[in-house]
């Protein structure tokens, strides 16, 4: 007697934690962001670059989020010579192996943009993903702060022409060596403490979120927030706080004046010289950006700005977008940072005998996005996508009628406007439904038309063009309306029969009756 097996159970469909699909609309938005953020670029002189997603792990180096554990922060794992490798964590480390191994042949300053996926392995939450798009513009071989004014002046710019208004945002600039300057006159100088910086650089970085209460909390013993998970933090005593967050003391939105540098008084004397170089160069890159003809409305000095990552040197500047969006609890508040970097002069020459200056900066790619949309941008507007056109296969089962519908689609992908450009994407229908089911088809699709031919239509050599948008318009009009003479007007428009010969020009009739 033979006992039937229970059928396998299906494997369940479920995105992996932290990860996100991307639908056809926002891919198609984002290419045509890229693609400005690219000219943009290219016009300040950047040649493009692509590096790996993964590195050596001991080519990210001591920059990981733990230097204990490769596999803490980023998704790392041994390969077949049993040597460590990872995901990239950003695009600014593999930039510096790149340089260090191609230096020789290298123009130097070297400017160059790219593009590219990053991983994080952390805590996915609201708004924090473990894959996210970044694009990096550096300059590598220039010690002058005349690369980092220019990096700074490149963002704004491109912020501009974006579609982001003057006066909704705001490049912030800062010099990590003023910061510096105080770390080290309060007992947190050199190799043994550079966790200890890293840990008050990050509590830092949080001040607009937190607040100076939730600040001080991560420079002393650490922050519970209110789901209950504590971080914990510096460890520094209440002075050594104070004397850090008396650092963060705003300039205003005016000018930054020499005589901030007379107000400074560091705890000792040791870090003085530090905060004094860093200043002067604020100065100075204030300056170059004022004599290009961008003002405090566009890039201004602003202490606040750290940056939380260990490998910068000097400036650090944020893009922040400065108009009103709800949160996640309805609450108005600013939209925030969607772009910063600064100067890392030590990253290059992990891998040379020589100091390698470089600056650059990141825009976070998918923040931008959500940003442009809350703008009403015209980059990311779905209009701004050439208009489908459905052939559908009303003899889809005769094979032998197949050739005639490849025929018109391929027709209409040849086709081109008075513009020269392509005049429109064009989907023949391939399934095995029949007409109601491909119709449904091409709306679920968004197609402004569809081409219909049947058996009558081929006899006539005719085809029937289906305008979808105004037929779903009549479709929706009240019973009075149906009656009027304009309506019945209207459905001869909506659907009407050109010969198969004036197929492109009929198209052209529907795709110009809604610009």
């Known amino acids: 007697m033979s006992v039937d097996k229970p059928a396998p159970a299906k494997l369940k469909a479920r995105q992996p934690r932290g990860f996100v699909?991307?639908?056809?609309?926002?891919?198609?938005?984002?290419?045509?962001?890229?693609?400005?953020?690219?000219?943009?670029?290219?016009?300040?002189?950047?040649?493009?670059?692509?590096?790996?997603?993964?590195?050596?792990?001991?080519?990210?180096?001591?920059?990981?989020?733990?230097?204990?554990?490769?596999?803490?922060?980023?998704?790392s794992f041994q390969d077949d010579d049993e040597q460590w490798l990872s995901l990239r964590y950003d695009l600014t480390a593999p930039l510096a192996r790149y340089v260090a191994e191609n230096y020789d042949a290298l123009p130097k300053p070297y400017r160059s943009y790219r593009a590219g996926y990053v991983f994080r392995n952390e805590k996915p939450g609201p708004g924090r993903f473990r894959q996210f798009m970044q694009f990096d513009a550096d300059i590598v071989g220039a010690g002058s702060v005349a690369a980092d004014a220019e990096i700074c002046m490149l963002a704004a710019d491109t912020m501009e022409a974006l579609g982001i208004k003057r006066g909704d945002y705001v490049v912030k600039v800062n010099n990590r060596k003023v910061l510096d300057g105080v770390m080290e006159a309060i007992g947190l100088g050199g190799e043994e403490n550079a966790g200890r910086r890293l840990t008050v650089l990050r509590a830092i970085d949080k001040l607009d979120k937190f607040g100076p209460e939730g600040v001080r909390d991560l420079l002393g013993a650490g922050r519970r927030d209110e789901s209950g998970d504590f971080t914990k933090g510096a460890g520094l005593d209440p002075l050594e706080i104070e004397a850090i967050l008396d650092f963060t003391v705003e300039f205003g939105e005016g000018e930054f004046q020499s005589r901030n540098l007379a107000t400074m008084n560091p705890p000792v004397e040791s870090g003085f010289e530090l905060q004094k170089q860093g200043s002067f160069e604020l100065l100075e890159i204030q300056k170059l950006c004022r004599g290009a003809g961008y003002g405090p409305d566009r890039i201004r000095i602003d202490p606040s700005v750290v940056r939380g990552l260990e490998y910068y040197t000097g400036p650090v500047y944020e893009v922040e977008l400065t108009f009103e969006v709800p949160n996640d609890q309805g609450q108005v508040v600013r939209f925030g940072s969607v772009a910063g970097g600064g100067r890392y002069d030590g990253l290059v020459g992990r891998f040379r005998p020589e100091p390698v200056p470089a600056t650059g900066f990141s825009i976070g790619v998918s923040r931008l996005y959500t940003a442009l949309k809350a703008v009403k941008s015209p980059i990311v507007d779905a209009r701004n996508e050439l208009p489908l056109v459905v052939v559908t296969a009303m003899d889809n089962k005769s094979p032998e009628f197949m050739p005639g519908y490849q025929a018109m689609v391929s027709v209409l992908r040849q086709a081109r406007g008075a513009d020269g450009k392509p005049l429109c994407r064009a989907d023949l229908y391939l399934g095995a439904s029949g007409f109601n089911a491909q119709m449904k088809y091409a709306d679920r699709r968004g197609a402004i038309c569809a081409i219909i031919q049947g058996s009558s239509e081929r006899e006539a050599g005719t085809v029937v063009i289906k305008d979808l948008i105004l037929g779903a318009e009549l479709a929706a009009a009240s019973r009075d309306v149906k009656d009027s003479a304009e309506h019945k007007a209207k459905q001869a428009e909506a659907q009407f029969s050109v010969p198969v010969e004036g197929l492109v020009e009929g198209v052209k009739t529907v795709l110009a009756r809604h610009g």
């Open 21 to 75: 699909d991307r639908g056809p609309a926002d891919v198609a938005a984002t290419e045509r962001m890229l693609a400005v953020i690219r000219e943009s670029f290219s016009r300040y002189g950047f040649d493009p670059v692509e590096t790996p997603f993964v590195e050596y792990t001991d080519a990210l180096g001591k920059f990981l989020p733990d230097q204990d554990r490769p596999n803490e922060g980023v998704f």
